[in-house]
Nanobody, 116 residues
Framework: QVQLVESGGGLVQPGGSLRLSCATSRNIVSISTMGWYRRPPGKERELVAQIFSGGSTNYADSVRGRFTISRDNAKNTVYLQMNSLKPEDTAVYYC??????????WGQGIQVTVSS
């Protein structure tokens, strides 16, 4: 079993920045598709960003140019740098790891609130 633990969420003003971290309990970051998803209030969960095992990335249109996903294989950690935050970025953010088609792991989620 693999545990994913998110950290770095909280309350930030519009235009501010936060960095989310996702620490994994096993060394899977380099071999997995790692992703960040979010569930805004009253809405379905949606993809925010992904980083694939080869290093390429994918972003939702709503965050492209403002958010950056990265990873540190040595620390078994994935990051989401969020800049120029908007109130519509308010959501519970979830870390996801897919080492293979057989396995799909989720973190417990962390709240990000963008409000003045």
């Amino acid at each position: 079993q693999v545990q994913l633990v998110e950290s770095g969420g909280g309350l930030v003003q519009p235009g501010g920045s936060l960095r989310l971290s996702c620490a994994t309990s096993r060394n899977i970051v380099s071999i997995s598709t790692m992703g960040w998803y979010r569930r805004p209030p009253g809405k379905e969960r949606e993809l925010v960003a992904q980083i694939f095992s080869g290093g390429s990335t994918n972003y939702a249109d709503s965050v492209r140019g403002r958010f950056t996903i990265s990873r540190d294989n040595a620390k078994n950690t994935v990051y989401l740098q969020m800049n120029s935050l908007k109130p519509e970025d308010t959501a519970v953010y979830y870390c996801n790891a897919v080492p293979s088609f057989r396995y799909n792991y989720w973190g417990q989620g962390i709240q990000v609130t963008v409000s003045s």
